[in-house]
C-alpha cells in the first residue's frame, strides 16, 4: 500500500513561483512511477505531469502547462515535487499527486494510477 501527502500549495500572483510536494509512505518510493493532476471548479480532473520511476529519466507535460511546471523526484526523501514558474489564473485548481507501480511508464490519465493524494489547493490571483 502506498500513501501519498500533498502539500506547498497556497494564494500566489500571477506570473509567481510555487513548489508543491508530494511526499509517499509504504512501497518503496523509487519503484512508483508518478503523476500529477489538477481539477478546478467544476471541471473534470486533468493530467498535469507525469514522471518515470526510479532516476525519472523521462517526464510528460500537459501542453498548457509545458514550459512553465517541473516534475521532479528525491528518492532519498520519499517525495515528489512540481515545480510551478510563472502561473497563470487558470492555473487555480487543487492539485494532487498519483502513483503507479508500472516501470518505465509516463501514466497520463488517471485510470493508469493505483494511489492518489489528498490534494493541494493553488489559487493564483491576477
Known amino acids: 500500500q502506498v500513501q501519498l501527502v500533498e502539500s506547498g500549495g497556497g494564494l500566489v500572483q500571477a506570473g509567481a513561483s510555487l513548489r508543491i510536494s508530494c511526499a509517499s509512505s509504504g512501497r518503496m518510493f523509487s519503484t512508483l512511477g508518478m503523476g500529477w493532476f489538477r481539477q478546478a471548479a467544476g471541471k473534470e480532473r486533468e493530467f498535469v505531469a507525469a514522471?518515470?520511476?526510479?532516476?525519472?529519466?523521462?517526464?510528460f507535460y500537459a501542453a498548457s502547462v509545458k514550459g512553465r511546471f517541473t516534475s521532479s523526484r528525491d528518492n532519498a526523501k520519499n517525495t515528489a515535487y512540481l515545480q510551478m514558474n510563472s502561473v497563470k489564473p487558470e492555473d487555480t485548481a487543487g492539485y494532487y499527486c498519483?502513483?503507479?507501480?508500472?516501470?518505465?511508464?509516463?501514466?497520463?490519465?488517471?485510470?493508469?494510477?493505483?494511489?492518489w493524494g489528498q490534494g493541494t489547493q493553488v489559487t493564483v490571483s491576477s
Open positions: 514522471i518515470t520511476s526510479y532516476t525519472g529519466t523521462y517526464t
Open positions: 498519483a502513483a503507479h507501480s508500472r516501470a518505465g511508464v509516463l501514466g497520463k490519465t488517471t485510470a493508469q494510477y493505483n494511489y
